[in-house]
Structures are given as structure tokens and as C-alpha cells.
């Protein structure tokens, strides 16, 4: 009988390679696909030392490994939309991008090709099936420390009946173990925790390097009375909420409360201000096709490693949501994502647009 | 059984190859010691020299061995150009080689005056365009004489024969050439000319660069006599040796060689195109070709969803040119023949080996068209 083909996606790491080990375990045809996604001139070396880390576990476990080219998509659905929101004033959030249309968009369609029915990943996350309908949904991973939902919010229904998320179920450290005792090469190999494709962290950097230089101006940093209190070398350089690194010497504890990027101005606060107590956000895809009554309750999660905070939805228009936190107010930063939970269950996500101030 | 249908990226050690390598690996070989281990290898260096030099109508003296082609174009250009004085400058081709190409570019960096000629849709470049690129500052021309992607034939007697007045040094790179189509270096008209070993089933990590006498070359490795001091080093005795047979059989097999591999490849092509009426023979459709290579692009498929299914169904192509990771980059090659970057991506190369038999063919033709089909139509049923 011809076994189930599958594509792993392997970027060279311990979770990738343990995930791809559990597949061939589950008796499927797997086929290993490493991304190139950067050009060997981006700063990094273009990643071969991960590729040869991942063609060493399928060599070790007997299945085919390729590389495959995508430095050209990742420029441009990834990279460029990184560059281009920094500028906007925003914290751009590029892997649940590169998720959305490297990993799960072109990467799919080339394991289409190869005749492969579904798409593993190292992810940590779970694919439930509801009992009655059989429809599966997205649930956190087993280990709440690892888990990256907060990255795949935006798999549709579709999307998971086709993906496989083989480490969902373990921990870290049991990845680890698994890996150690395969005889896996990669089962010590330490963690990246940066954006992929900004060398030693340098984001600031990265964007000067990056970005048409007219689009980069200094401005002023005012606070909340609108006073100039200094001066800056770009908006790209901040993120809502940073409390450090603002250039205003000592004194009373700052941090920025919103960055414009039409006027070039970072806003600061003094101390511990009031805090956002909602956010509106845009792109919204829901799970069940449908948004949740308004006034539904769930929690949201703003940003990767923070837990979700409880919060109702309080208005919807299209693919717009308005959120309201229900338990105390929080930073919010534009351009990084929304994924509301119940539970374990993934409800849906979109884009951060603004934060809701003020009285409602 | 796999079938292996990438020569052009390097071809299977022959056995009577292997065989003469063998033997030179283990006793103590370096020809420039005075005892008699020293002498044997001497006698072996100098055999492998003549058969070397034979394949191309040369005289054995002219033949610098090398660490390879990409050794052997580095010292044609910059050598030539360092014995031609810092202001000297180059022309060469958009679909050289990467040892050509990346290195024209370097040597413009350093401020040499570089013209990259174009080609035409079928990977062709015209004589009259290289001649008309050569400037009062071109010292140096260098041209394939045979495109390992898309098997063009690049008029390189030509070239040579206008510029024969011009006090310019002229340059091919023969690698795709040599064991597909006689190679004489009188009637090509050139300076100098690049060889590799691994491409006629000798060993990865030999080569050779044919100087003409009295061509003036700085050296680019020093700190040794070996090689008339045109490339110091102890030399790679056991590699050359094989160089040298592989170098004795290419010369004798030749002609039934490049029929048989001719004939195959027109099988294939046309079988495949009677399969799959909308594909594309990447190349010239009619000027000179190699007779081994067969580029294609099928619309609607990557070449390299194309080259995995093939590879799984146990058949070894390659599409265009490849990263040190193995992933297939748009090939510059079919770029500089108008291609957009997407098509660019799609070409697949099929090259045949003097090994390569009916039934292989035949396989290709079997399998390939329902490999497409699936690309085109996702999962398999």
C-alpha cells in the first residue's frame, strides 16, 4: 500500500527535526524541506549550517531532504512589510507572517506538488477536532511556555486539516529527550530566540540598512502635555511601550505611549500612567468562520510570551474588531497581533491598529 | 537502479580511472624529489601531462595543472591581466561560468574596465558583439566555449581569429567542451584554455589552464617551481594521474561518444516533446549545441518540484544553478537570455554521460510526463 507522503519543514533546529522523526515514527513518506530565506549578503551566512543540520537528521532517520529558494517571497511578504511598518511607527510581527505566506502559503504549495497531502512543522501548538462537527481548530501546545499560537492564528480551517503539528503534545524538554535518544545531531543545538533575518538584534540597524533614506527622520520626543522633551533619530527606533534606551537622560521614568509616524513624534508618559484598556484590531480571521456574539468574553493575547489577558469584544465592523480589557489595562502596541483564546482554543486574531484610551 | 542524467555537474569516476589513482595513493609521490619515488612520480606527472595536452592538439609543456577550472579560469584572468599591467581591462559573456563571471566582476571592482556581453533568447552570443566590446584598455577576452546549462556553442575561433592582431589574450573556458566535441587548440585560435578532470570522469579537484608559448601569465600561487613556476604547490599526483586517463579515454571515445550522446538526447527531446507538447527546449534551436544537454521548461511547473519527484522516482537532473545548499536560484544563464525570474527558476537539465543508455532514456520519457501532471494537479490521487 502506498504510504501517506508528507513535506516536513525543517529549519535545523531540535523541534523541526523531532517533529519530521515523528512523522517517519508514524509510518508516513516524509519528505524534509529546509527554506532558504535569506541571501548570503543579508548579514547572516544564509543559514547553511542550519541546512546541513537538517540534511544530517533526515540522513539519520532515512528520508530525502532539499533546500528550497525562497529568498525572493521572503523579501518581499516578510522583509519588506518589517522595513516598511517600522516606518509606519508600528512593531511589525514578521513570523506570523512568514507563517501566513512562506510556511503555510508557498511552502504548502510546493509540498502540493511533490504529492504530499499534508505539511508538518516544529511548531508549538495542537490541532484539535471537534467531536460533533469534526472540524479541526487550533489549540495551544502542551508546554504554555513554548507555545506559538500566538504565530498561527491566522490558519484557517483548510489549513489545519493539512498540517501537523507533531510536537504540540511534548514539552521542550521532552523534545529534547526525544532527540537525544534518536541519536538526533541537532539534540543540543541551542535555541534562536531573534528575528531570523536582523543580525545580533540590531532592528534599528536592520531598517536604516533597509529603507529608502528619506524615509528615515528624526523628530521630536514630546510628553503628555506636549512638551519637547528631546530629540530622535527616527520613529523606526521605538516600540509602544519601551521604557528604555529613550535618550532622556535620568529623572523620572518614561515610556512611549504611541509613535506618529506622519509627524515624525514619539509620545512619552511619566511613570505608571493610565494604562490602554482596549485595542482595536484589523485583518481579523476567525476560527469558526464568523465572529463571536459582541460582548463575548475570551482572553487576548497582545504579544508572544505575555499571557493572555481577559478582555470582551466590544464592537465588530467587517474585519475590524474593538476589544476592551475586562481586568485592568495594558500596553499596546500597533502592528503586532491579537489572538483571542477560550482556553486552549485559538477564537481567532488580527492585527493591532491602535490602542482604545480614555474613557469608553 | 538510479539514473544520472547531471554530467554537467560532474560525472562518475571511471573505472580504469580509479584504478590508476589507486596506485598512486599510498607510495611517496612528489615529482620534485631526486630519488626514485620522486622519478616515478615525475614520469607519471609528465605521462598525464602529454595525455592532457593531446586531448587539445597541445604540446605537454604548455599544461599548468591546476586544483580545477574554477583554479584555472582564476589564473587565466588574473594572471593574463596582472602580466597586462593595472589598467588592462576584460570582456567576457552574461552566461560564463560563475568562476568567470564572479571573477570579471572582482577584478571591476578593483577598477579594471569590464564589458559583460550579452546574449540572444537562445543563450547565443554573437562574435561581431564580443569584438565590438573589445576597448583600447581590453587586454583579456574570456568565453566559454561550451554553456553547461543550455549547451550553447559560443564561436570562439571567431573571436579569436579578429582579435589575432589586437594584442588582446583570449580566453575559453572548456570545461562543458571537453569529451563532447573536438578540442584543438590551433584551429580555436586561443591563449589559453580551462580544463577540468571531474567533468570527463577523473576526479573532483584537478584541473588544468593551457597556456600558448609565450603568453605572459603572473602566477596566482607562490613559493614553489612547480609548473614552469606558473603554479607552485606539490602537485596532485594521484588526482592528475586519473586526469590524464580519464583525459586519454575522452580523446579515443570521442567521436562515438558525443554520436551516441547526441542521438540519445534527440530521443528524449523528442519523446518528451510528443508528451508534452507545450514544453520548451531552452538553448539554440538550431545553431551549434552540445550534444549531451537537453534544458527544458515545462509551463506551470518549477523545475525544482520537477527535479525532488524525479530524484524520489530515482532519476538525477538538476535545474539551472544551484546555491551551496543545493537550492535552486534563478539561472543567470537563462536571465541573460530574457527570461523572467519565475522562468528563469522552471529550466531543468538533463545531461547525458557516455554511460547513458536507451533504456535510461526511456525511463525519463515513462515517468516525467505523470510527474508533471501531478505538479499541475497537486496531490496524486
Redesign the interface.
Known sequence: MKRERIVAAMSGGVDSAVAAARCVAAGYDVIGISLRLLRATDGHCCSLDDFHDARAVADRLGFPHYVFDMTEPFERHVMQPFVAEYLAGRTPNPCARCNEHVKFGLLWERARELGATRLATGHYARIGVDPASGAPSLRTARDPAKDQTYFLFMLGRRQLERTLFPVGELTKGEVRAEAAALGLPVADKAESMEVCFVADGDTAGFVERHAPSAALRAGPIVDDRGRELGRHGGVHRFTVGQRRGLGLGGGERRYVTGLDATTGTVRVAAGEGPAPHGLVARGVSWAAGVPPASGASFAVRIRHRHPPIPARLAAVRDDAVQVEFTAGGSVVTPGQAAVFYRDDLVLGGGWIESAVTGTA | MRIYLDHNATAPLRPEVRATVVEFLGPPANPSSAHREGARARAALETARAEVAALIGAAPAEIVFTSGATEANNLALRGALAAAGPAAGLVTSAVEHASVLDTARALAADGRPLAIVPVDGEGQVAARDVIAAVGPATRLVTLGLANGEVGAVAPVAEVATALRERNVVVHTDAVQAAGRMPLDVSALGVDLLSLSAHKLGGPAGVGALWVRRGVRLRPELTGGPQERLRRAGTENVAGIVGFGVAARLARNELTDAAARMHALAERLWTGLRARLPDAVRNGPAAGPRLPNTLNLSVPG??G??LM??L??AGIAVSVGSA???????PSHVLRAMGRD?EAA?GGLRLSLGPTTSAVDVDRVLDVLPGLVA??RG???A
Open positions: 511547473c518549477t525544482e518540484s525532488v519527484l530524484d524520489l546555491c551551496a545548499a543545493g537550492a535552486a536560484e525570474a527558476r501531478q505538479v497537486g496531490a496524486a
